[in-house]
């Protein structure tokens, strides 16, 4: 088991390109998150994952946002128009719902996105 | 609603001496609590964890945190502190619904003095 991967690790764009991050979890992880962290806080959570079903989105998640799992397994999330706002630390969590709410609850290094 | 204070954003100790980072939060219920390690540029590790039973509970690189239901505080202790463990510090509640998401306090950075 290789943990939970994130891909880029670091992301510079222009202000209002698109950019997709990509994450995979921990195989038998059926939960997924995306957190976001802002320079000096602690992360906000974004979205939630149920095998494919998205089954929670915070308000923090504009129109802008999107994200998918196509399959159950790896999730991606996109930001479209980007601002620099946007420049963040993207973390991705797994976690299974089989051994309770938080066990084995996992993130991964997480993708630094700045926006210029 | 669910929320964690970390009333110290910066701590600064010197290697040797003992540590005492402080989180408050509220939930309505029994709450799942976390303490999360953050080095630069990296993601997070998870130190220990509070889901019930006892209130004093040990975790990795010789932390503990002792949840206090009366004071609604679940503060990360060391009884001697390294250089290495300078690092962002996150306390977490995990809210416990169909989701499992997780509500952090905005951190608390540790320096450690030689």
């Known amino acids: 088991d290789t943990g939970v991967s994130q891909d880029p690790r670091h992301k510079i764009t222009k202000r209002g390109q698109n950019v997709t991050f990509r994450c995979d979890p921990i195989?038998?992880?059926?939960?997924l998150y995306w957190y976001r962290q802002t320079l000096g806080q602690g992360p906000e959570f974004l979205t939630y994952f149920q095998n494919e079903a998205q089954l929670e989105k915070s308000r923090l998640l504009s129109d802008r946002f999107s994200a998918e799992r196509p399959k159950g397994s790896f999730s991606t999330l996109e930001i479209q128009r980007t601002e620099q706002g946007d420049s963040a630390m993207y973390l991705c969590?797994?976690?299974?719902?089989?051994?309770?709410?938080?066990?084995?609850?996992?993130f991964g290094s997480g993708t630094r996105l700045t926006v210029v | 609603a669910q929320s964690v204070t970390q009333p110290d954003i910066h701590i600064t100790v010197s290697e040797g001496a003992s540590l005492e980072l402080r989180c408050n939060y509220s939930?309505?219920?029994?709450?799942?609590l976390f303490w999360y390690v953050q080095s630069p540029g990296q993601g997070l590790q998870l130190l220990l964890k509070?889901?019930?039973?006892?209130?004093l509970v040990q975790g990795i690189k010789g932390f503990e945190a002792e949840f206090k239901r009366s004071q609604s505080s679940f503060n990360l202790r060391k009884p001697s502190v390294h250089w290495s463990d300078a690092a962002e510090y996150f306390c977490?509640?995990?809210?416990?619904?169909?989701?499992?998401?997780?509500?952090f306090g905005q951190g608390t950075t540790l320096q450690v003095k030689p």
């Open positions: 977490a509640v995990g809210v416990f619904s169909n989701t499992g998401k997780l509500i």
């Open positions: 195989s038998e992880h059926n939960r």
């Open positions: 969590a797994s976690s299974s719902s089989l051994s309770g709410d938080f066990s084995g609850y996992t």
């Open positions: 939930y309505g219920a029994t709450p799942y």
């Open positions: 509070y889901f019930s039973g006892d209130t």
